[in-house]
């Protein structure tokens, strides 16, 4: 359950941008990602213990489609498919033949509260700082929670050629999830079946949304 808890983190969090920044490092993150309006890409995910032990590695497709629509597919070593289509949200475990269907904004405690209409809330949520990463062609953003009741106590964004490459995120116990992302095509047009899913037949389905 950790991998899925933290995957639902990134994926809540990134199809609900661009923000309308106030302070200088959030207006700089908002025109690094205004011009986004759907992104395509494999990933590899890289879970971490405090002491850098590997703890977990996974591989996969993603696409997203703003505002509100995001498909994340698990590859190896268990596939898994996670679709979010503005307040619905599909997650299916071919290996378990289970469908659970959940409404994104239920999940308070997390960033799904980016979903909501007023995407201010995020200069709210989020103390935004630029990170000095020495190369020109590369961005850093750090982005800590300003109440300590979310899955990670830090994520940050880094950009390179302006293309959003890498998401990294620190938990309360000090293990950090790097997801590094490559054959990144942004702003093609993308299927609308991408994020809607019809479970086959004798699947479990079940429904948190009530």
Not at 82 to 103: F, V
Not at 173 to 182: A, D, K, P, R, V
Request: hydrophobic fraction near 40%; charge should be positive; glycine fraction near 4%.
């Amino acid at each position: 359950m950790k991998l899925l808890r933290v995957t639902l983190s990134f994926v809540l969090l990134v199809f609900a941008w661009p923000i309308f920044a106030i302070e200088p490092a959030a207006q700089e993150l908002d025109s690094q990602l205004k011009h986004l309006h759907s992104l395509q890409a494999t990933f590899k995910q890289t879970i971490r213990s405090a002491d850098d032990r590997i703890l977990q590695q996974s591989t996969g497709t993603m696409a997203l489609q703003r505002p509100g629509k995001f498909r994340w597919m698990v590859e190896d070593p268990n596939k898994q498919l996670i679709i979010a289509n503005n307040d619905k949200l599909w997650i299916y475990d071919e290996d378990l033949s289970q469908l659970t269907i959940q409404s994104v904004a239920k999940s308070q405690n997390t960033p799904a509260f980016l979903l909501s209409d007023n995407n201010q809330n995020i200069l709210k949520k989020f103390a935004i700082t630029k990170i000095k990463l020495g190369e020109a062609e590369v961005k850093g953003f750090l982005l800590h929670p300003k109440q300590e009741d979310g899955l990670f106590t830090s994520l940050q964004l880094i950009f390179k050629q302006n293309r959003l490459s890498q998401i990294i995120m620190t938990d309360g116990l000090g293990q950090t999830t790097t997801i590094e992302f490559s054959k990144i095509k942004a702003n093609a047009k993308l299927a609308a079946q991408l994020f809607s899913f019809n479970p086959p037949p004798g699947v479990e389905i079940i429904d948190n949304r009530s």
